[in-house]
C-alpha cells in the first residue's frame, strides 16, 4: 500500500520493521521511542521491545496476529479496518464458487492443454437453487447471502449468536448447517474457538456433493482430513483463499481436479488496498491528535 506509506510520512517518522535487513538491530535502535504501528504481526515479545507504544492499527478486518491479550494489558489501543473490504471479499468468493461449480480453471488448463479437439470438456453444476451454509454473518458474509439469493440460492448460517432480523434461517451449530447444506463458506473470525471448527465431522455432514469455501482463515479447517476427503472423493470440492501455513499449500492440492487455489487475495484490490491503508492512517492520525477513533477494537 504505497499511498498508505507516502500518507503515513507526511505525518510521522517512519520506519519500516517487515522491510529491513536487520529487525532485531532496528528495534535496539528506535524501539524505545515507537509509540505506534501501522499491520499487524505483533507479538507479546515485539511488545516487550516498544515500551512507548500507544496504538496498533492492523490493515485488515482478522487481527489474529495481534497479542491483544497483552497489548490490553498495557492499554494499548488496537484498530482494524473493517466494512472497507467488504464487497472485494465477497465478490471473490462468489467468483471462487462458481469457478468450483463450473471448473473455469480447469477448463482453461483444458483448452491450453489442446485437449478441447479430443473431446467436450464436460457438464457440471449450476449455484442456483442450492443451499449455501454461511459461517459467520458479519458485514461480508452478509454481502455474500445477498448475492448468493441474487443468484437464486438458499441461505442459511452460523454464528456465535442468532441475528435478530436477519431473513436466513439459523442453525445452532456449524455441523447441523452442513448437513443442510450444499455449500458451506467460512468467513468468521479466526480465534482460539474457531480454531479447526471445520472439522472431519462437519466436512462428513457436507458430503461427497458438499463443495467447501474458506475465506477466512486456514487454521479453522482441519487441513489434513480436507485433503485426505478431497482426494476420496468424500467432499465433493474445496475453493480456498488461505491456508493454515501460507504461503505454503500443500502439494496434495495441486493435483486435484475438484479443487480451486487463490493467493488469499480477498481484499487485495487496488480500489480496496487504497481504502484499507486510508482508514490506518486515519486511525492513527485520529489517536495522535486525540480524537476518537474510527474503528476501535479496544
Known amino acids: 500500500m504505497k499511498s498508505c506509506v507516502n500518507a503515513l510520512k507526511e505525518r510521522f517518522t517512519v520506519h519500516d520493521l517487515a522491510g529491513c535487513a536487520d529487525p532485531d538491530a532496528l528495534l535496539r535502535e528506535i524501539g524505545p521511542d ?16 516498544l515500551p ?32 472497507v473490504l467488504t464487497d472485494a ?28 479437439p479430443g473431446g467436450a470438456f464436460g457438464n457440471w453444476s449450476e449455484l442456483k437453487n442450492k443451499t449455501l451454509g454461511i459461517l459467520g454473518l458479519g458485514r461480508i458474509g452478509r454481502e455474500i447471502a445477498e448475492i448468493a439469493t441474487a443468484l437464486k440460492m438458499h ?52 458430503g461427497p456433493n458438499g463443495m467447501l ?27 480456498l483463499d488461505v491456508f493454515e501455513k501460507e504461503p505454503a499449500v500443500p502439494e ?4 486435484l481436479d475438484n479443487v480451486v487455489l487463490s493467493p488469499h487475495q480477498g481484499s487485495r484490490t487496488e480500489e480496496t488496498r487504497t481504502a484499507v491503508g486510508d482508514l490506518v492512517v486515519a486511525n ?15
Do not use: C
Open 34 to 49: 515507537i509509540r505506534g504501528i501501522a499491520g499487524g504481526k505483533v507479538s507479546a515479545g515485539l511488545l516487550e521491545k
Open 52 to 83: 512507548k507504544l500507544e496504538i496498533i492499527a492492523v490493515s485488515g478486518v482478522g487481527y489474529d496476529s495481534v497479542d491483544a491479550a497483552a497489548a490490553r494489558a498495557r492499554n494499548i489501543r488496537l484498530t482494524n479496518t473493517p466494512g
Open 89 to 116: 471479499v465477497a465478490e471473490l468468493t462468489i467468483g471462487m464458487m462458481i469457478a468450483l461449480s463450473r471448473r473455469i480453471p480447469q477448463g482453461d488448463r483444458f483448452i491450453r492443454d489442446g485437449r478441447w
Open 155 to 206: 441461505v442459511i448460517y452460523h454464528g456465535r449468536h442468532q441475528q435478530p432480523g436477519a431473513p436466513y434461517p439459523y442453525y445452532d451449530t456449524v455441523l447441523e448447517m452442513a448437513r443442510a447444506s450444499d455449500w458451506l463458506v467460512v468467513i468468521a473470525p479466526g480465534t482460539a474457538e474457531t480454531n479447526k471448527i471445520i472439522s472431519r465431522e462437519v466436512m462428513q455432514a457436507l
Open 213 to 239: 469455501v474458506n475465506m477466512a482463515r486456514g487454521t479453522m479447517v482441519d487441513q489434513d482430513a480436507m485433503i485426505e476427503m478431497l482426494m476420496l472423493k468424500q467432499l465433493g470440492g474445496a475453493a
Open 252 to 255: 496434495a492440492l495441486f493435483g
Open 284 to 298: 492513527l492520525t485520529a489517536h495522535f491528535d486525540g480524537k476518537s477513533l474510527i474503528s476501535p477494537i479496544f
